[in-house]
């Protein structure tokens, strides 16, 4: 099977940085599209960035000119970079990707657990 694990959460005060992590491992052929979520109390989970196999990056306008996503295909491994945090970034990170198996004729959306991220001084 899959698992995806996300790492890198914490505390970190209004304009700190902070990278996260999320590594796919399992009977992983390939993985497609790479994708961070994230869910603040009370709120819908929403979109925060997406990053194609081939590196196309498409970012939330909250995030954009603070957060980069990133990747390694080699060892499937999906990053975010966030800087000049803001309280209102506070939620709890999710990691989500679209992956095919050595056991599935197609993929499918696999989800970490995903990693509290807290800004506030």
């Known amino acids: 099977q899959v698992q995806l694990v996300e790492s890198g959460g914490g505390l970190v005060q209004p304009g700190g940085s902070l990278t996260l992590s999320c590594a796919a491992s399992g009977t992983i052929v390939r993985v497609f599209t790479m994708e961070w979520y994230r869910q603040a109390p009370g709120k819908q989970r929403e979109l925060v960035a997406l990053?194609?196999?081939?590196?196309?990056?498409h970012y939330a306008d909250s995030v954009k000119g603070r957060f980069t996503a990133s990747r390694i295909n080699a060892n499937n491994t999906l990053y975010l970079q966030m800087n000049s945090l803001k309280s209102e970034d506070t939620a709890v990170y999710y990691c989500r990707a679209d992956i095919k198996t050595s056991h599935a004729t197609g993929s499918s959306n696999y989800w970490g657990q995903g990693t509290q991220v807290t800004v506030s001084s």
């Open positions: 990053l194609t196999l081939g590196g196309n990056a």
